[in-house]
């Protein structure tokens, strides 16, 4: 009698998402190719015009990566030295990392333990005088609890709310789309993100027509008209390349979101039959929040342990993430020390992500649910 063996899943598997679409992308790729037009043009003008509509916001403008409109905002806001940005310290680096490039200083606080967004009372309590901007994360796919983060903003009446929606494409906050809400909100197409490019590739959007013509004329070096610089800007533009790739995808967005939104569905009800849901903490969706799923988090006692316990069965999992911003050794001159911040701490130290792309059959989440019970109750 021959045992059978483990079921492999990857974390991500971008050729199954791929594959359906492969003769329409690689005619938009011939098409560029065909017109020579490489950087800017018609590609990237009539995506912007796709994702503003989809956004549900006046301008959407494109530029080379999510951590690039990130630090493009920053720019045009003219926010740099003496100034101070409150945000998570549980992100992916560029979050605080942009605001350090600009020289001002990131104001970290601590996460909701159960949506791991960034805490509202605490960035109620950070507000100094030197606060310029808020820059909520809206960490997973989630929307971070946008309305006291706005008020506050709005009561200040000279702080900005930079939306960092690089993993909440799609994600929805009360009925608004994240990056809708804010002075601006900045996206990623990095290709793992649930609308991926075929490298880096990023957005930045706002309802405000001179802060999308100062980003414009910021991610062309500051340039208006050519070889004339009106201000110090950056190679922020997207490559038309990349443009025709999300042009192609961006139809397919919604119905890629429900079957991510269908498969987390079904994580929960397989780990409530596999008898471990009282020691695996499931994701969780406010009431007033949509949540996109670019990751499935759940966390798990002795993660690192059931981590290579599930990698030995083909499993694919990832840590996001292992070492929040207070702890990172180029942070150090903020001055934090372990214990600051417990929440995002004790994140770090005991979150899982799961695979959950919209390709994912029911019998790999089967094999997923069942490695990680075995794990545990090993």
Known sequence: MTTAQPV?????DLDAQYRPLREEILGAIARVCDSQRFIMGPEVET???ELADRLQVDQAV????GTDALLAVLMALNIGPGDEVITSTYSFFATAGCIVRVGATPVLVDIDPRTYNLD??????????????IMPVHLYGLCADMDPILAMASQQGRI???EDACQAIGATYRGRQA??????GCFSFFPSKNLGAFGDAGLVTTNDPGLADELRL???HGAHPKYFHKRIGGNFRMDALQAAVLRVKLPHLARWTAMRIENAARYDRLFARAGCANRVVLPVTPAERGHIFNQYIVRVPSRDRVRAVMAERGIGTEVYYPVPFHLQECFASLGHVRGDFPQAEAAADSTLALPIYGELTAGQQ???VDALASAIAG
Not at 8 to 12: G, I, K, M, S
Not at 62 to 65: E, G, H, K, N, Q
Not at 120 to 133: F, L
């Open 218 to 220: 910021l991610r062309n």
């Open 47 to 49: 995506l912007e015009r």
């Open 160 to 162: 900005a709310v930079i």
């Open 179 to 184: 990056g809708s809400m804010g002075t601006a």
């Open 62 to 65: 494109t530029v080379s990566s």
């Open 366 to 368: 089967d094999a997923v």
């Open 120 to 133: 509202a009372a605490s960035v109620r309590a950070a507000v100094t005088p030197r606060t310029r901007a």
């Open 8 to 12: 492999p899943v990857p974390l991500l």
